[in-house]
């Protein structure tokens, strides 16, 4: 549905490479004073001045990250700037700037790249980012996006992953498994628009779930949030591939161990229900699912009565010596190991 | 040739992600001081104290930016960081550090990777930049390298397209058109091979020209010999895209016109002999080649006596006033307005 079928559109071949990266980023505006020089040059300029510089990267590779036949393409550049901000917020800082880099086949009208950069733009806005550089050339096949984000924060308040200790409280934000149970929900309507092009499906019961995996938020709140309550964590990590997986990084990364409460684990009302509708489980479906970008991190226990009752944060665990690994201690009491895949993963170990 | 036909090769199916992130990167090491962290935690750390941040980024595309039919994983590893590289020179900066993503179909083994790696390796060990990050996925097709390369300058020594006054002098380093006649021979090559795959070519009398396409370099040493001339140019560029293009580029960002002259572009002896055989003419080879990486600049003419025969340095031209326009003077000593894509491109207007 997204193809170039439409003769009036725009095709990329008319127009030259820096005419694109021109048309596309003429909306874009420097905000920040970090940001001497943008776009137009061999290279961006920027200025942390005493602030340490973050920076991490990510690739979106369609038919492997994403589906366009249910992604909008104004959702996909969104989001394709929230999975790196979240990287940025994940070390407890201030995100910047991004560059974006595009690899398109000429399938696509240049309205198609309108929508994905409206979509940026609207994530730089919402988010207060500079655009300031990028790549845009043809591919063979389908499209990768290339996001790279910049961020600032002072040297102490910085949060690696290394930085957990035995006794500290185990905190997340938000709730989780929504975006996995989103993605079933836009899977199992694509099959269904398969056999019957004209079935109009009815996703408003899982607005909420569809929108965790379409467009999915950064937490930027967060990293304020814990600023005004003056915590800073001890460690932290972004929830991209699961829970469990970004546990056993804090503690492989911290050298301690973890015991995490499965009924303390927050879940969306939405993603009970329609996990008992596709009879999932939904600790496994939090433990597993991957995509949520909640902020994971541990704080000191003196720091607890700071966030106690605070509705964005739930403490699901604390950290114990390492010798006694990262486990689930599940509502039955008993005791699983963690494991990256999930603890009750169907792949072969 | 490069795909995975022998089955003792390692399948990347067999490693996560994250292992192979750490088995990829485990060579690389941290060396300068900016570089406060990097691989292994959701983004990197840096510290740029009182100089400015200088970023540049570039995809490149299996089919589009380079053939593996010819062109070894370790030369293209080597080659996707300069091409980088060369973008943090022509700011007149100091490269301090690059992120490296990738995509590959599993139809790589684990070793094409670490070949590929070993390229990206030597040119960080070569030109001293540090590896702080990347990401690493599959695709569904061939193979996309994005790398995002960082340094580091003085404010007022940062030179921008923009700066070029008229009458500056018109500098490029090194010489033109080498990197565009070796791809067309490793292309001949390709195709006599495809007729008679036990034909051996004898790449001998090019090996100056198929070095400079399959393994260029950036030009770190005319950076640093700009600093020990004391000469800060006015504007500065590298050329990617043909001399055309970037005097172009030059010319527009600055708001001047140029004169060119044609007997003064610095062409190799080999250039010029491989233009006779393959009845191409190497002034537009230079002009509309592309990916030699060289420095073009703009100098004060008080500079002049400090680069004055310099055998890296040629002088080809001057700014004059943008009414003029950029033009190409030729041996007969008529005007050609420079275009684009080259002052006799075969393209339609």
């Known amino acids: 549905m997204l193809e170039d079928k439409n003769k009036e559109r725009t095709s990329l071949e008319k127009l030259g490479e820096f005419e694109l990266i021109d048309h596309l980023t003429q909306h874009f505006t420097l905000n920040h004073p970090s940001s001497l020089k943008g776009v137009g040059d061999d290279a961006a300029v920027l200025d942390f001045q005493h ?38 917020y994940a070390m407890n800082a201030k995100a910047t700037q991004i560059t974006v880099s595009l690899a398109v086949s000429n399938r696509f009208p240049l ?28 591919s063979k096949t389908g499209m990768l996006i290339s996001v790279t984000a910049l961020g600032e924060a002072e040297e102490d308040k ?12 185990l905190v997340v934000s938000g709730d989780l498994g929504g975006a996995y149970m989103g993605l079933q929900v836009l899977e199992r309507e694509k099959e269904v628009f398969k056999v019957n092009p004209n079935n109009q499906p009815d996703l408003e019961p899982y607005s909420y779930i569809v929108e965790r995996q379409l467009k999915p938020e950064a937490r930027k709140d967060i990293v304020e949030l814990l600023e005004k309550l003056e915590v800073t964590p001890t460690s932290m990590i972004d929830i991209s591939d699961g829970l469990s997986s970004e546990i056993l990084h804090l503690c492989k990364n911290s050298e301690v161990g973890c015991a995490l409460y499965e009924n303390k684990i927050p879940l969306d009302p939405t993603v009970i229900s329609t996990c008992e509708e596709f009879k999932m489980d939904g600790t496994m479906i939090a433990l597993s699912g991957g995509e949520d970008y909640e902020l994971l991190f541990t704080i000191d226990q003196a720091d607890f009565p700071k966030i106690k009752g605070n509705p964005n944060l739930t403490v699901i665990g604390h950290m114990t010596d390492k010798s006694g690994g990262a486990n689930l201690v599940t509502r039955a009491e008993t005791l699983i190991p963690l494991k990256a895949q999930g603890w009750n993963s169907f792949q072969s170990e």
Do not use: Q, W
């Open 111 to 138: 309205e198609a790249l309108e929508e994905l950069y409206a979509g940026i733009h609207l994530a730089c806005k919402t988010y207060n980012v500079d655009m300031i550089g990028g790549d845009t050339t043809s």
């Open 51 to 88: 602030k340490k510089t973050v920076l991490s990267t990510d690739l979106l590779v369609e038919g492997v990250h994403f589906d366009l036949s249910y992604m909008p393409l104004k959702h996909l550049g969104y989001k394709s700037v929230m999975v790196n901000l979240s990287d940025i």
């Open 158 to 169: 910085i949060t690696y992953r290394s930085g957990a200790k035995e006794n500290d409280l």
